[in-house]
């Protein structure tokens, strides 16, 4: 069973920034589409972010292009988000999520069945 969890998270200042960790354990396929989304209480969970570990290639929703940068680490068991230019909307607690099945397109809109727990982003102005 493929399991992952989020770390990284914290306080920052407008204007800095933070890089989240997802580390996949357990059952780890060597190719997922992982993805990066957010939640804030009473809103609509927002993808950010996803990362083909296979090939390495990338898609971001547009208002985090050019501030933020999802990346796999060598060791393949890693995903990152590195988070600049943060600004208070960024306030949120974060997931990492992955899709082990077959795919098209690695993209936000697949289903995703492994979560992790989340880590919260405090950002201050």
């Not at 990362?51 to 990338?58: A, E, H």
């Amino acid at each position: 069973q493929l399991k992952l969890a989020e770390s990284g998270g914290g306080s920052a200042q407008a204007g800095g920034s933070l890089r989240l960790s997802c580390v996949a354990s357990g059952f780890v396929p060597s190719r997922m589409c992982v993805a990066w989304f957010r939640r804030v209480p009473g809103k609509e969970r927002e993808a950010l972010a996803v990362i083909d570990t296979g090939t390495l290639s990338t898609e971001y929703v547009d208002f985090v292009e050019g501030r933020f940068a999802i990346n796999r680490a060598d060791d393949k068991y890693t995903v990152y988000l590195q988070m600049n230019a943060l600004n208070p909307e960024d306030t949120a607690t974060y997931y990492c999520a992955a899709h082990t099945g077959p795919w098209t397109s690695c993209s936000a809109r697949l289903g995703f069945t492994s979560w992790g727990q989340g880590t919260i982003v405090t950002v201050s102005s």
